[in-house]
């Protein structure tokens, strides 16, 4: 009786709980690099509850900002942020994921623009070569990875949405961002 009750105990305090997810310390560590802070990097599949799929994103932060120490990211993004250098995985799950990553990051970062979706999106694609090379992205890959990345960014720019009088805005778009040209030469400390 008593080994019954040690292994149930065992299984409550060591079995998953609903909504799971995995956590990476690569993901983990690049993120808190961007946040300026320790934050996580939760990982869910499609079907789990607090996926980022089924509230029609790829990645989300909870609000109050500055009180959340994580961010959920879809399994797919995950894997190519963290395998960025890996040709196998499809170029638009690498170029997303660290895209993704570094604008889900900023909205943990303690500073003005943090729940201002168009400034963060703005500080994403800005700092998205940067994310990549802390994943360890060779020259090549980035150079490969970049005109996707840009594509990405554009395509979510104009994303069209409805304020509460119906009026069209575009919750991604800063007008004043200065968004890294196509063609960008790495080592150039003009193009941060």
Not at 11 to 22: I, K, M
Not at 73 to 90: H, S, V
Not at 122 to 147: M, S, V
């Amino acid at each position: 009786m008593k080994r019954f009750l040690l292994t149930i105990l065992a299984f409550l305090v060591l079995a998953p709980t609903a909504g799971s997810y995995y956590k990476h310390n690569k993901l983990n560590e690049v993120a808190s690099w961007i946040a300026m802070r320790p934050v996580e990097v939760f990982c869910y599949l499609d079907d789990e509850d607090e996926a980022p799929w089924t509230y029609g994103s790829w990645g989300y932060v909870d609000k109050p900002l500055g009180k959340q120490s994580y961010e959920a990211l879809d399994f797919r993004l995950c894997e190519g942020a963290q395998n960025i250098n890996d040709t196998n995985i499809l170029k638009w799950q690498r170029a997303l994921g660290i895209l993704v990553l570094t604008h889900e990051s900023y909205h943990l970062r303690r500073w003005g623009g943090a729940g201002d979706e168009a400034k963060v999106e703005c500080k994403a694609i800005r700092h998205w070569r940067y994310t990549a090379q802390k994943f360890g992205a060779t020259n090549e890959i980035i150079e490969d990875l970049w005109p996707l990345a840009l594509a990405l960014h554009y395509k979510l720019t104009n994303y069209v949405d409805y304020d509460k009088n119906f009026n069209q805005i575009r919750p991604y778009y800063d007008p004043n961002c200065k968004v890294p040209p196509l063609f960008i030469q790495l080592d150039d400390p003009a193009n941060p």
